[in-house]
């Protein structure tokens, strides 16, 4: 998937040094909507009809076992 980087980071990024603010950078799916969802990424869209919005939503949150979530 790919994406643009939108905050500063340090260390590795997928065995690679971070990228700075502004790059565009091809990381896998899991990886990539982590970013996304923590606002240090957002998806570029690589179809007319693939957006931010649709991307995020595209892997569900992912929850151990347990008391499901209140509504």
């Given at each position: 998937?790919?994406?643009r980087?939108?905050?500063a980071?340090s260390?590795l990024?997928?065995n690679r040094?971070?990228p700075?603010?502004?790059?565009?950078?091809?990381?896998?799916?899991?990886?990539?909507i982590s970013?996304?969802n923590?606002k240090?990424?957002?998806?570029v869209?690589?179809?007319?009809?693939?957006t931010r919005?649709t991307a995020a939503?595209?892997?569900?949150e992912?929850r151990?076992?347990?008391?499901?979530?209140?509504?």
């Open positions: 998937m790919r994406v980087i939108t905050e980071g260390g990024l997928d040094p971070f700075i603010i502004g790059e565009e950078v091809e990381l896998p799916a899991g990886l990539a970013l996304i923590d240090r990424a957002e998806a869209a690589e179809q007319a009809t693939e919005e939503v595209a892997a569900p992912k151990g076992p347990g008391r499901p979530r209140k509504t």
